[in-house]
Every structure is written in C-alpha cells, then in structure tokens.
C-alpha cells in the first residue's frame, strides 16, 4: 500500500512539474486591447504606465495581455500590434514661430533683400 502511494504521488508531482514547464515554454503572443482593467501583462504602449496590473480601462488598445497565438488573440478581438504613436499637437508657442520670420530676416522672405529698408512706392515723395 505504502509504495502505491508513494508511485502515485511521484506520478503527481511529474505531471505537476512538466504542467509547470510547458506553460513557460508556450509562446507568448502580446494581444491589445483585451485586457480588463488592472490585468495587463505589462507597461502600456503609450507610455501611460510602466507595469503589470495597472490598466485604467477595460480593453484599452494600449495594454495587452499574453496569448497562446495571434489566433487566438483575434478570437478574442485584440490586435498583435501596438497601436501607431499619435504626433504630438504643437504648441501655440511652436506655430507662432513656424510663422513668424526670425530677427533680422525679412517678413518677405527673400535673404538678398535682408537688413535693406523697404523702397518707396514710385511716385510718391
């Protein structure tokens, strides 16, 4: 009795370990946008944060969680890739001097003509 009971513990603690190995070695397949909120498997794409569990919203498209495959993620209606960065909006400052001409530089444009004063219309005094 003693030794079936010893076998079959030996047979639990096999199948427990290669159970345990197997799930490392599965590939992982990033998938966003399916995760529930605080179950992300990591930092979010865009930066918003920078670890595991702290998703704000469910199915954000910047977390992700681990999935067997990308099949599997689009069974589940994510997406295997990080969504596109948004440019960044200029700021009031940064248009105003994507239109203003530097100091010195004339408000036309034309450098031959920079540091010369502006001529008089013709037949004026």
Known sequence: MNKLLSTA???GVLV???TAASAAD????KCY???AKGKN???AANGSHSCAGQAKTDKDANDFKNV???A?????GGKTAAPAAKAAAATPAAKAAAVTPAAGAPANGNPAQAGTPAAAPVGTK
């Open 9 to 11: 513990a030996m047979v």
């Open 16 to 18: 427990a370990t290669a």
């Open 26 to 29: 599965a590939p992982k397949t």
């Open 33 to 35: 946008g399916i995760a």
């Open 41 to 43: 498997d990591c930092k």
């Open 68 to 70: 067997a495959s990308e």
């Open 72 to 76: 599997d993620c689009a069974k589940e």
